[in-house]
């Protein structure tokens, strides 16, 4: 990226003017708005007076069911690319899946392991970066180390991939948001999904974590495909490698969704011996208010289509006026998802965590930079992540407006 | 116990015409009947149409609140006895609580701990017997080994305790079930629950794992006050030996209700540092619903006086159907339990597993003969948990009666 002179006097001005706004905003979390919550209030009298049998009888108040409500696992089993027979419906989060998986595989040996992770001497995760927080955080507090893979537009580079994967088999999973994927909004290419299938790796223990978050979230009619993983990998006898995630959380209500877990039998014989001392089963009874909302395949679609109505204007604006601000700058660069939770801001090199101070005093609350990175760490100090969502569409211009004020700023500072 | 003698002939043809009837009856699990579940049905159409914000105002449909709803954890913990700001609401399940504590305790230091549970060379926990399998399984899954305590009509023997957890730094723990334990009914005397709390340990993050699941489950109006184990802990410098747990499994829906975790602010600054990174928080909704049907803890009580009314006769009839049928053979005791889930069977020794085994090819299925024990073994093979809460008044009338005649043929039998 090319830096243009930035007058550091109209930069300082500018800033000035906005500090004494004394704004409040925050752009930092990819949280749903009330709104959006909001059409999903059908849950909150589900699932109805005397209705407690899910569709084969089972009372659906009492213990039981390890793997979920079958009528919630078929509703999902098409988006999230797992056949119904071997998708999970569990708890209300997907992060926690994931966490368990990980806990599950230090403490009980996986399908095709040599031993417990826990036993491993080192142990090593692939990160796509930027990538997503919280993924990094859950692994790095259990020592993993994570080795960072660069995202390209079809997602990570598949040639870095292949080689760490080929040569260390203390590399024993990557992350993956393979769809509008957190933050920059790629999703991965047909090409990178089959290498990702048919690729070979020293550890035979190792896993793709495809956190399919954003399977649905589809912002504009423009749906890019995304290839099937768990059956490409499955054809290529490697069905073991696949950990598929995905959840309700951005669908219904955030914190009161259901989360799902798909993978091959062989994993699920293991996942499920493995709960099966932790639970008595999850809550059978928000899976059926769940599965009476959302109907069907259809029910779904035509929900993130109202989504999408009250988003799309948002990441529109973020688009808009990033242009308006900084187009003809050279200061910045930016996506244009079309889907998912976020846009993935660069600006130069060695200012985003100065932006991200100056939003902050400034009253424009943004995610961490080098947040987007291993160990909170952006070695070029370039990204920063938009989570246009949570505020209304006029407090997201108005954030976003000061931030640019910010990245001219920082920029003109630095020159 | 004396065994008085059984005449053979006799037995075998009660046995006989009992495997005639072609019995399908269940009384395995300690699970709620429907007609009890049928009492929280007005969690089925809760929080309500527009019903969201928590007392603070915290919309309940989104992220965020590790440690629960305020309003819920007031409600739970003058039972719980634990103070509400150290009592957190979690999931659906105090089981997954309990398993997930040794998992982080296995994968994070413990506050006070020398290392990790996982880099122990050793790992012990005592077993009161007879006691709860869930526990025991969930414990014998990480290869830690159970070291078996007698129960006593008072709680566990706690001389025996005192002397194994003073010499022995790989006991780090002790599964308890402190009110109308599962499977004997007792209520610890406060003078066990004393000796736990001033107790020596010669491990520095020895923890009591205080599941006090039927702490509201009264089924008489003589309700055993329970000393407060935390405070007492609290008191002689020993907060952070103490885990409680607790849920509304036993109270609303089985399946679908809330679970509790409370302890130390040390301890409880561990976990949620830990489950930080699992979570964003657990169904905020759930606890709403919860909170409003059930208000108070007044609310609670009175719910339990209705659960009270439906298994109270229940018990009754294991009681008085075990006198008519043995109470003067000399083949067996049991407990009578003025609350909780189970009663304790105790029949000649060696005889348990046969009389389980007649029963089921009478059609009757009983939790297996040794479940009760650590690894499934009752040295003794004596003991049999009956579960009288989910089938009718009459199937419980009827299983009881068959278990009489199981045990009669097994001791005339064996004799």
Redesign the interface.
Known sequence: MTTASVDVDTARRDYAALVDRGLSLDIT?G??S?AQ?DL??G??????????KAEDGT???????LKGLPELRRIFAGALQVPAGQLLAA???S??LM??AV?QA???KLPGAERRW?DEPTLKFLAPVPGYD?HF??TE??GIELVPVPMTDQGPDMAVVERLVAEDSAVKGIWCVPKYSNPTGVTFSDDVVKRFATMTTAAPDFRIFWDNAYAVHHLTDAEPALADLLALATEAGNADRVFVFGST?KIT????GVGFFGASEANLAWWVG?IG??????????QLRHALFLEDEAGVRAHMRKHAEIIGPKFEAVDRILTEELGDSGLATWTKPTGGYFVSLTVPEGTAKEVVRLAKEAGVALTPAGATHPHGDDPADAVIRIAPTFPVLADVEEAVRALAVCVRLAAAERA
């Open positions: 979390r949280k749903p009330p919550l999903a209030n849950l909150l009298t589900l699932p109805g007076d005397g209705t407690f009372d659906v108040r009492n213990y039981g069911g708890g209300n989060s992060l926690e966490h368990d806990v230090l403490l009980s826990a919280r955080a859950l507090r259990f959380s209500h955030a914190g009161a493995n001392k932790r639970t008595i089963g999850p809550d059978k009874v928000n």
